[in-house]
C-alpha cells in the first residue's frame, strides 16, 4: 500500500528534515556486504535470515528474532544472508525517557555485570514495533518526526520488558568505557605491529604496553593475534570472496604473507582453512586451536 497524498507529504518540513534518529530497512537484495564505521550508536534488528558481524573485537552472528548495540565510531564489516533482512535504529543519544532508569544508573552496573557481547533476544511489543516500521519504511514513510518518535517508543520497551541488569549488559560498550580502549579497538587492523598500534593512538611503545596491560589484561601481542585470527575466520567464510580480496581487506602486502599467517597461526593454508570450515569445524575450534599453538 502507498502512502495517500505523497505531495502533502513532501512538502512538509519533518519529511525533508535531517534527523539524528530514524530507522532504515536493509535487506539482501539491497546489499549483501558492508564495511565502514558507525557515525551514530546503532541497535540492529535481525528480523529475517541471519548476519554475521565483526565490530572492533566482537565477532558474532545475529539471528532472526535478535537484536545487537553497536557503538558510535565503531568498525563494523557486515555480511548478510541471501535472505536476511535488518531494520536499523540510530540515534545520538540514549535517553529512555524515564525518571526511574538513566544511562549512569546502568553504568554503576558495570562491573558487577561484566561484559556480555551475546545478541539479545526481541521482547515484547518490540515484535510490533518492529511489523510496523517495516510497513512504514515499505510504504517510503521518511517523516523525521515519525522516526524519533519510533525511536522513543523503542527505548520506552526497552525500559518496560528488560531489567536493568539486562540493559546494562546489552549496552556495555558504552557504560565507562575509557578512551584509550576505544582508540586503541578503532585504530587496530588485522596483524597490525604493536610499535604501529602505539603509533596510532599517539603513544611512546613504552608506555603503551603499559596501559594496554592494565586495561585489556593481557599483552598487546596476544590481543592483536586473537583479534586478527578472529578477523581472518570471518572473512574466509564470505565464499562471495576470494583469497586475494581477502587478503587484501585485511591490510596483508601480499597473498604469500597472508599464506604464510593462515598456515603458520591455523596450520591450513587459507583454501585448506576455508574447506576445513566448510567441512564441519567451527571458527570457535579453530579460534581455541590457534590461541593453544
Not at 532472526?64 to 568498525?75: T, V
Not at 540515534?91 to 549512569?104: A, E, G, N, P, R
Not at 510490533?128 to 523503542?154: T, W
Request: glycine residues 6%; proline residues 3%.
Amino acid at each position: 500500500m502507498a502512502l495517500f497524498n505523497p505531495p502533502e507529504h513532501l512538502s512538509c518540513h519533518h519529511y525533508a528534515a535531517q534527523s539524528t534518529s530514524g530507522w532504515i530497512l536493509i535487506d539482501s537484495s539491497d546489499q549483501r556486504s558492508y564495511r565502514g564505521e558507525t557515525e551514530y550508536h546503532i541497535i540492529l534488528f535481525c528480523t529475517q535470515g541471519f548476519i554475521r558481524l565483526a565490530i572492533g573485537d566482537d565477532i558474532c552472528e545475529l539471528h532472526a528474532g535478535q537484536m545487537k548495540f553497536i557503538p558510535r565510531s565503531s568498525s563494523v564489516h557486515a555480511v548478510l544472508s541471501t535472505d536476511g533482512e535488518l531494520l536499523n535504529a540510530y540515534f545520538d543519544v540514549i535517553d529512555f525517557i524515564c525518571d526511574k532508569i538513566s544511562l549512569q544508573q546502568l553504568n554503576d552496573l558495570k562491573e558487577e555485570i561484566g561484559c556480555n557481547p551475546a545478541p539479545l533476544e526481541v521482547r515484547g511489543a518490540i515484535h510490533s514495533l518492529l511489523a510496523s516500521l517495516k510497513i512504514y519504511l515499505g510504504d517510503k514513510a521518511q517523516c523525521a518526526y515519525l522516526h524519533e518518535m519510533k525511536v522513543k517508543e523503542l527505548f520506552w520497551n526497552l525500559r518496560a520488558y528488560y531489567s536493568r541488569e539486562e540493559l546494562a549488559a546489552f549496552l556495555w560498550p558504552v557504560l565507562g568505557v575509557s578512551k584509550f580502549h576505544s582508540d586503541v579497538i578503532n585504530a587496530f587492523t588485522c596483524n597490525v605491529k604493536v610499535s604501529d598500534l602505539a603509533k596510532r593512538v599517539y603513544m611512546a611503545t613504552s608506555t603503551f604496553y603499559k596501559q594496554f596491560r592494565e586495561e585489556f589484561g593481557e599483552t598487546p601481542e596476544q590481543w592483536i593475534r586473537t583479534q586478527s585470527n578472529k578477523q581472518i575466520l570471518f572473512l574466509i567464510q564470505d565464499y562471495d570472496l576470494n583469497i586475494g580480496e581477502i587478503a587484501t581487506s585485511l591490510s596483508f602486502g601480499s597473498l604469500s604473507s597472508f599464506s604464510r599467517y593462515c598456515t603458520n597461526n591455523f596450520g591450513y593454508s587459507p583454501t585448506a582453512l576455508r574447506q576445513v570450515l566448510l567441512d564441519g569445524t567451527s571458527a570457535e575450534e579453530l579460534l581455541a586451536s590457534a590461541v593453544l599453538a
